[in-house]
């Protein structure tokens, strides 16, 4: 839209042509029109030079613009390998909270119900005294990733590992509520008694004859949790009256048990069988503490027929849309023979 | 006059004795902008002795180039006229295209007192 721009020279051009047409273009007029042409000529010059370092202008904002996003874009691979890295040390979900920016990174706690869970593998230390440093390195390396990842699957905040000592908590930073956090809490211990079972045979074979046993203690209680420590060095942890009873009810615990409080108990009896086990005096606490063993899953038959149980001892799963006629003859003929077993392990 | 600056066109202040214009100028209609600044200089000069003018711009078009040369040659006519016309053409220190154009518009003013200023 520049046509108002050049008026005066569109005019001088029109009065010209007017003029040759009727072949009356005196000198003076002849004139007008050279100094009209020279001042254009010294102006179209000008604007190419200006259009020139314009582009010549644009141009390098362009390169620097390119650089500038390469230069972003080498940064951000480097902090997103850094932020890889750093997750390794951190519980996904303290991870999430801190990258998502819902959690702030400074010193301070909450008040919060939380399910704690500690274990440990029994006579550890007794056991690694007799391996290679390389095979005690890839063992306890072995047990720990097994163990985070059932942890992880659970939706555990993994706290710490304190040797071959675990301690992992439900309720914070995500809450499924107290019930279901004590709920997943004693699923995930019992399937890490599993899993150590399964994971002895792999340590077996790189040379750890002596399998490894787990005792595991759990408490459900309003604990601490948050950031301790200094601004240059925090800890996310939970720590409180609450927390050492869980670790105490771990100490306490039998090989391959896993023991609980009696809150622990009473939020998740609908979903596992107890037997009642010797009481515990804790520091802190006045009286002494009541505990339980979970021997396992409570029976249930779904609708669609099948059948699970699951108890130090015994893990049963029938699916008989999925068992051929042959399994079905064989358990059938087992079962007299399971009877009797039992019969003759009660009379002894 | 007062023209508040937009995100394309700079702001403008005319009295009878100066006229500023500050900021970024690429209009989308370059007549509409540039014809009411001309023809009231040109009034306000025709009835003053001395007039100021300071422009201090951060990028302009070709369009508005092809206005600054003519609004330079309404400076330069009054001041070959007699009349005592100063102006400062302002440039931030680590503007080279501003400071550059400074320089152009500077080769086409004999009679007027033209100043480049770094900022």
Known sequence: ?348 | MHLESTNRTPEVSISDSALELKGECYPEDITAFSEPILELLAEKLEVCESYSVGLELRYFNSSSAKFFFDFFEVLEDAAADGKSISIEWRYRSTDNSMKEAGEDFEEDMEEANYQLVEI
Not at chain 1, 96 to 105: L, M, N, P, R, T
Request: glycine share 6%; aromatic share 6%.
């Open chain 1, 1 to 348: 839209m520049s046509g108002g721009l050049f008026k005066q020279e569109e005019a001088l051009l029109n009065d010209a042509k007017e003029k040759a047409t009727s072949n009356s273009l005196d000198a003076e007029q002849y004139q007008r029109l050279l100094k009209g042409y020279e001042k254009l000529l010294k102006q179209t010059r000008r604007l190419v030079k200006m259009s020139d370092r314009t582009e010549a202008e644009l141009s390098r904002m362009s390169k620097e613009q390119v650089e500038l996003n390469q230069t972003l874009g080498d940064q951000n691979n480097k902090l997103e390998t850094l932020s890889v890295k750093l997750s390794k040390y951190l519980s996904p979900q303290v991870y999430e909270s801190i990258f998502s920016g819902k959690a702030e990174v400074r010193v301070g706690a909450n008040r919060k119900f939380l399910t704690v869970f500690f274990s440990d593998i029994v006579s550890f230390t007794e056991i690694t005294d007799q391996l290679e440093p390389e095979i005690l390195t890839r063992s306890l390396n072995a047990y720990l990733n097994e163990m985070a990842i059932v942890a992880i699957s659970h939706g555990a905040t993994i706290d710490k590992y304190i040797g071959d000592a675990i301690m992992a908590f439900f309720g914070d930073p995500e809450t499924l509520g107290p019930q279901h956090d004590a709920i997943k809490s004693v699923t995930m211990a019992l399937s890490m008694q599993e899993k150590v079972k399964l994971l002895n045979h792999e340590l077996n074979k790189i040379g750890v004859t002596r399998p490894f046993n787990i005792r595991c203690g759990i408490n459900s209680g309003i604990c601490t949790v948050g950031n301790f420590g200094s601004e240059n060095r925090l800890d996310y942890t939970a720590i409180g009256n609450q927390v050492n009873l869980a670790s105490r009810l771990e100490s306490a615990a039998g090989v391959g048990e896993v023991l609980i409080s009696e809150e622990t108990m009473l939020l998740t009896q609908e979903h596992f069988d107890f037997v009642p086990n010797q009481e515990i005096s804790v520091k802190g606490f006045t009286r002494p503490i009541k505990t339980y063993t979970v021997t396992g899953h409570k029976t249930k038959k779904d609708p669609s027929g099948n059948l699970s149980f699951h108890s130090k001892g015994l893990d049963l799963e029938i699916d008989p849309m999925v068992l051929s006629e042959d399994s079905k003859k064989i358990i059938m003929e087992l079962i007299p023979q399971l009877q009797n077993i039992l019969q003759q392990s009660t009379k002894n």
